[in-house]
């Protein structure tokens, strides 16, 4: 798979722009502030429908203007999809797939996946438990894009969930039966929701886990050995997670108990506090957790290793992932640089941005594309391809 056209408008600090590109490697190379991880984040946007560098919209739309346009087109085994998807702050995106109009944006996953590293990426190591279940999710939904359904659904349940407990912790003292009826039906559909959602969590962890391993002993062959597992507050899921079955009715089982169980908590605190939402996805480092205890080196290794897991299982369906590399050379140490310019020299596209040629990998012939801005133009960013 690769990206032969990408076009952008009114997309971060892009007015208009429009690239022709093609299979093998190429580098956007330009000083930062410049626009080269913006033309990385509207690819990886068009893969997942989400940034890896902002949580909303809104900055993704350029200044002085009301929505922004990728575009893309993607050949895989020599047949062309094009992909267009308006984004709008405040309202549904809108998507066209060979320029017929999609019923929702979601339609639009797995037309074109992708795997990104970038400096962001050691956040799945060192940062909260939401940044490691959003790179779960966004590798589930790009195996199976009917994970970004379930996903909508949960999180949906949960906000109305969230706001009927919300009003029951503020009048606690006069909860009424219509309240707790109400209760009960939203406890049904998060679990039958979350145990979907749990399901595709723990199928994808069994089958990452091995690929994550392999690929940090290649990173830090002298490090202690990497391993990954599923953390949930559910007993039934640690213990089936570690066995690698999927039991969707047991899992809303587990949930509609812990529900049960943790009701008057949630109602004293306003809060949902069971389900999917709450789960970790657990990095370990010999016997202990990473987070916290690796080190700079360490915690890259985990983070690539993670990217390089998650490459290996696209990869292994059929059809090489577009590589993303969003200035991840500038971060990494020698033995880093070649483990993953080894792993983009056998991709069949790999996109490259770099502040400075001293940042390019010399283990890949990359056709270069200059971003800058050309004599006369008044500070207009262009660019220059070779």
Known sequence: MYVRHLALTDYRSWQRVELDLGPGGTVF?????????????????????????????????????ERAVISTIVVNDDRELAID???????????????????????????????????????????????RRRYLDELATSRRPRVAGVRADYEKVVRQRTALLKTASAGRHRIDSSIVETLDVWDGYLAAHGAQLIAARVALVDELAPEV???????????????????SALEDVQGQAADG??????????????????????????????????????LRLGDQVAKGFASHGESWSVA????????????????????????????????????LAAVAARAEQVLVSAAVPDDIPTEQELRRIAIGMREGEDGRVSVVQS
Do not use: M
Not at 103 to 130: C, H, K, M, N, T
Not at 218 to 229: D, N, Q
């Open 29 to 65: 190379v330009g000083p930062n502030g410049y626009g080269k991880t913006n033309l990385l984040e509207a690819l990886w946007y068009s893969a997942t429908l989400g940034s890896h560098r902002v949580g909303t919209d809104t900055p993704l739309i350029r200044t002085g203007a």
């Open 85 to 131: 998807l308006d984004i709008t702050p405040g309202r549904a995106n809108k998507a066209r797939l060979n320029r017929s109009p999609a019923r929702s944006a979601r339609d639009i996953l797995g037309a074109f996946r992708a795997v990104l590293f970038a400096p962001e990426d050691l956040s799945l190591v060192r940062g909260d438990p939401g940044e």
């Open 213 to 231: 391993e392999k690929a940090y002993q290649l990173l830090a062959p002298a490090s202690r050995p990497a391993a990954i597992c599923y953390r």
């Open 245 to 282: 079955v999927v039991d969707v009715a047991g899992y809303e089982t587990a949930l509609l108990e812990a529900l049960r169980q943790g009701r008057p908590r949630e109602l004293e605190r306003g809060q949902c506090l069971v389900g999917p939402h709450r789960d970790d996805l657990e």
């Open 304 to 339: 690539l290793a993670l990217r390089l897991g998650a490459y290996e299982l696209l990869r292994a369906e059929g059809g090489d992932p577009v590589l993303l590399l969003d200035d991840v050379f500038a971060e990494l140490d020698t033995t880093r640089r070649r483990a």
